[in-house]
Structure formats: structure tokens, C-alpha cells
């Protein structure tokens, strides 16, 4: 057994590009390489940025523009890849594949050519959100897409051995419509390595942290609606939009005092560091979403002893404690119920710091998947 472990690799994928996923594939790969698993990284190749000073074994498989799934494909094969991943895992066999970030036309190739190196490689998925209802919410484009990626996952479930589900609403969407899957399941948090800010800051923010596409399933319009009326409340908050994508249309909608108010944090390439700091700046951090089974602004803003200001679904209540680490709002909360649970949460902010990094100690700390790691390597520990 030891002699397998020291010939063969734990290789954490994720061949769609997402930034925080370099974190959380960190949050799930050290705690594995703690036990004496060799670990590799198999990323797309837009994460070189953030892995090009990195110490750890990171193999780039290029992806192109992996934001569009055919010239993705298109490019994985045009780049060579194939060739690269038999080279990769005939040098370094897979004995797992842990995919942290479903690419719905590559992940299963990768999968045939891992297998031919190591019949035996167990495979892991992580499936953020299994299912989502009521699409046509979306319009009629993207609930098509989501069909399309909904069917590509079920044929990726087919192709594990074990599936990682982010929350407990998850993990009963996964069962109720994927029933058919006789494979492992767990639930584990969306899990981070501790980047947290240290400097001593002034919490003053209401902020808004993350992508702003699917503006209507994030409660953007929510948020935005909080920043015209502060301006028409006398400007008593300040508000700060944190985010890696383009705000220019967002900003173009708002009015010119608005828009003067709102304290924008951008750039293409956000690191961990500054969306720390700027959320350790933060007062309350707003997750007003219409739908969620798992969100890593929630767990970043924890991370930095920030309370947060969420819709009663699911996947934040099963992670914070009302008046101790949030404000829980029903859904589509109107505007006096969220400045009302700004104004106490501000009242109770050094109360609620230390449980809020308590509370992304003892459920989203990296250190929490110790207790996991037999589930993800498929074998029990050698002590």
C-alpha cells in the first residue's frame, strides 16, 4: 500500500476556469497531501496567473476560451492535450481524480485517459448544484444551457466513483433526481484555505462580493436597489461592489449620485488577497440570492469575520446562526427590512466578529477535511 502511494497521484482537477477554485482545490488537496498523498494540480490554463509562483505540482492543460464549452473542446484537442495527459499519467498515475469544477465536454475524456494509465483511479466529482428548477426564470438561452449541462452531469455521475455535494440541499436535490447513483456521496462545505486579512481595519462597507452575471439569481438588483435609496436616505451607509467581472454596465444603469457613492473593487484578475481586504472592510457582506445550495462568498466573508446578510434558503441556513453571524431575510425582502437588519447588525458588529471566524474555523477551514480524506482517496489511513 505504501508503495502505491509513493508511485501513483492524488490529482485535483478543474479544466473550467474559475478563480476561487484555485483556493477551494487547495482547501481539498493539502488536507489529502497531509497524509502523505502526492498531490498534483490539473488546471485549465487560464489559472497560470494564479499558480505561476506556486511551489506545488500544477500541470496547465490549454483551454482557450473555456467560457464557451465547443471551442473549449475545440482547443483541448487542437492544443495537444490529449498526448499531454497519457504523457502526464503514464509518468505520474492517477490514483484519484477529484473534479472540483464541472467542464461537461472534457472532464470525461480525461477521465478514459486516466483510467487506461490506472483502470483502477478512483474518480470524485464535486457537483455544486445538481439540479435547477424553474429555469425558464433565467429566459429561454440559458435554461437551455442548463439542460444541456444538467444531462452532460448525469453522464459524468455515471463515470464516478464517489460524489462530493457542497450542502445538505444539495445533497437532497442530488438524491431526488439522480436516484439512480449507487456510488459514494458526502456533503462537505465549500472548504478554503485561510487567506484571511490580519490588518486591524474599519468595518464601514456593505458590500457586494463575486461575479455579477446572473444578476436576477444573485439578488443583484437587490443590492443595487439598496445603494439608489441610501443615496435618497442621506447616504448614512457606504456601499462597495467586489467583483472580477466588467461593472461598467451595471454602473452605466445607476444614477450619477449613485453611482459617486459606490465603492468599486475590479480588476480581471482579483486575487485572494484584495477580496479579503476589502471584505475585512466590510461591515456586512449581502447574499440576498433567490436561489443557492452553496455560495464561497459566504465562507470568504466568514473567513474574515464578517457577517453576512442572507435569504432564508437552504444553503445559508444550514451554515449561519441568525443574530450571531447573519441577518436571515425572507426572500425578495423589501427595503426596510435590509436597512433594519443593516442598522443591527452594525449595533452588533463586535459581538458578531470572533463567531463569525469561529464559525469558518469549525465549518469551512481547510483543516476540516481531515476527517474526510479516507472518503476521498477511496482507502483507509495508514498510521
Known sequence: MARDRMEQSCYVASLKYSPVMWNHGRGLGEPVGHEGFPIRYLLASGYDWLCEDSELDVDLISLGNDSNPLLSLLSFFTSGAPRKLRNLFRTHPPSTLLFVNFNPLIDRIVVRIARRANPRA???ALFHEPHTEEKLVYGWKRALLLTAYEFLSKRMVRSSDAVILPSENA????????PSFRGDSRVIPLVYVDVACRENLDRRFVSFVGQIGNAHQKGLDLFI???????R?????????VTGQSPRRL???????ARASL???HADQLTDEAISRAIRESLVVVLLQRRVMQSGALPMALMNGTPVLVSRLEGFTEFVEEGRTARILPVDSSLDERFDAIGEIRENIDFMVPLCRRSYEEKFDSRCVAEHVPFLVG???EK
Open 225 to 231: 436597489e439598496m445603494v439608489e435609496e441610501n443615496v
Open 263 to 265: 465603492r468599486v473593487v
Open 251 to 257: 454602473l452605466e444603469s445607476l444614477s450619477a449620485e
Open 379 to 381: 482507502r483507509p489511513i
Open 233 to 241: 436616505r442621506s447616504g448614512g451607509l457606504a456601499f462597495q461592489l
Open 171 to 178: 445533497g437532497d436535490t442530488f438524491r431526488r433526481f439522480i
Open 122 to 124: 478512483r474518480v470524485v
